[in-house]
């Protein structure tokens, strides 16, 4: 199986990265990157380093190249870009589409999958999240600072059978891998998650600690994950009745200095993932006639 992962960064240099390194050397399984810039140049030449705790492992896939025609077709590509970038990555990568080819996100929003069908409408799209705290720590070096590095992937209410053996291939490797027939529920449990985590240390540019030791701010916290829990529903995803005190445990056990993706990219002065996390609950919650005061606070106060 020829496996590429499209996106380098903390996801996908962690999960490709764990995954070129045990299968490197190997011709059943074959794992390239799709990557840029000095963070491909060091894979290129030194490998890529995937740090945890005191563990560094170095991983050297089959093939890395900034350019999808070097890479040839894929029989699955994980795409794990931001979401500002799906659109362009997921045009870039045609010469590694083949008719049989399926795509699976690992993206922070839940807007990609149709974005992508758009492009690939003979593909099969498939969903995945992930939860980790991973982040690129310098140019070819993956720092995994969290203790949970759990996939999800698979379809909704359908039949999963065929894609055991990549769940198996992946298990092989030592991931944490779930395949599930329910992954909407799983990726919109993500999102409230995310959404409202990264929509509100941006809002305050604060660690998540500091938050969660603020009442005030801690309320502004909760009504983004009420707001956003409502919007699933009414879009008819099952999320669990408790899905908010579920979100705001599993936030207490987290370090405290914990930052979240978008906040950081506010803070580096570029490119956000407002619109997919923050704006994305606006649409689609006028699109359904709700009001969500809290959601269009942060939103006018990130989006100007």
Known sequence: MNILFAGIGGVGGYFGGVLAQHYQGGENVKISFLARGKHLEKIQTKGLQIKHNETIRVAKPFAASNEAKTLGPMDIVFLSTKSYDVADTAKSLAPCISSNTKIITLLNGVDSLNIIREIYPHNEVLNGCVYILSKIESPGVIHNFGQVQKMFFGRDHQDITDLKPLEQILLDAGLDVVLTDSILETTWTKFVFISGVGSCTSYFDEVLGAILEDSEKKEVLTQLLEEVSHLGRALGVELDNDIVEITLGRLSKLPFDTTSSM??????????????????????????????PTYEMVFSKLNS
């Open 263 to 292: 906040q950081r990219d506010f803070r580096n002065g570029g490119k956000t993932e407002v619109e997919s996390q923050t704006g994305y609950v606006l649409a689609q919650g006028s699109e359904l006639g709700m009001h969500l």
